[in-house]
């Protein structure tokens, strides 16, 4: 192999450990929302397009649908941006349609947040790119249903007073959905909720049962001792200074 050729090869085996590497070390966004200001802050260094999206998405309640094809890298650093401006300029490398609800109300039009238009959903293409067949949820819809009702029947939840953009977004994709799908929806979050639940309770009885047999076997080995010491104090001298020892090596390890 001439020197031209092996000069060649390393450059581009160089190249793909670099790429490799960088996939390896990327970070994630760093993504913080305000639900009661609908202001959000993005900071990325060459992340995954998808997966910061997808975080807007959960944090914001706004459905978005993307065509694995518009899949990118992105650098952006905003601070408390309007969410509309910051998913514009996040992604200036697509084609995207924003998809707002416009409330129903009775009487004249008003100024309240509850009957301003809310953006609900957001459809992303490859550049130059207009059909929408080929996009898809960044979120599973059983998940995000889980997440927002959860939110939505929490005590907590009822007892914030604050404006919070992202349930309501998400009371209106619902009231949007055909009715058998909003009720299968909402179904199988409760089931998710309650299983949730569930597991819950026998994690927290599984630990109390360890825990009594920690203690159960804790009191055997004490009244062990103090039966050795009333015994034999030697050996239980002995026993308790090698005790001792072994704490001592845990301790400086």
């Keep these: 192999m001439s020197f031209f050729h092996r000069l060649l090869c390393q450059i581009v085996f160089a190249s793909v450990i670099f790429l490799m590497n960088a996939q390896l070390w990327a970070e994630p966004a760093r993504v913080s929302y305000d639900k009661s200001s609908d202001k959000i ?4 260094n ?4 998808k ?6 998405a ?4 706004v459905e978005i649908l993307m065509d694995p094809k518009a899949e990118h890298n992105v650098t952006i650093d905003v601070s408390a941006l309007p969410l509309e401006t910051a998913l514009k300029q996040l992604s200036r490398r697509t084609s995207f349609v924003l998809i707002h609800d416009s409330p129903e109300i009775d009487g004249e039009p008003s100024s309240s947040e509850l009957t301003r238009p809310v953006l609900i959903r957001m459809r992303i293409l490859p550049k130059g790119e207009f059909n929408a067949s ?5 979120l599973a819809p059983i998940g995000e249903a889980f997440i927002r009702e959860k939110d939505r029947y929490s005590a907590s939840a009822q007892s914030v007073e604050i404006f919070n953009h992202a349930q309501r977004r998400w009371e209106a994709r619902l009231k949007a959905m055909p009715v058998e799908k909003r ?3 909402v179904e199988a979050a409760q089931e998710k909720r309650e299983k949730v639940a569930q597991n819950r309770i026998e ?5 109390k049962v360890h825990a009594e047999k920690r203690t159960a076997h804790k009191e055997r080995r004490e009244a062990r001792f103090e039966e050795l010491r009333l015994s034999n104090p030697e050996r239980y001298a002995l026993r308790m200074k090698q005790r001792e020892e072994r704490q001592q090596r845990v301790e400086h390890e």
């Design 51 to 56: 997966e910061t999206v997808a975080r807007i």
């Design 58 to 61: 959960t944090l914001t309640g």
């Design 41 to 44: 802050s993005i900071h990325a």
């Design 183 to 185: 009720e299968k929806l």
């Design 203 to 207: 994690r927290e009885q599984r630990k």
């Design 134 to 138: 080929t996009a898809y949820p960044v």
């Design 46 to 49: 060459d992340a995954s397009y």
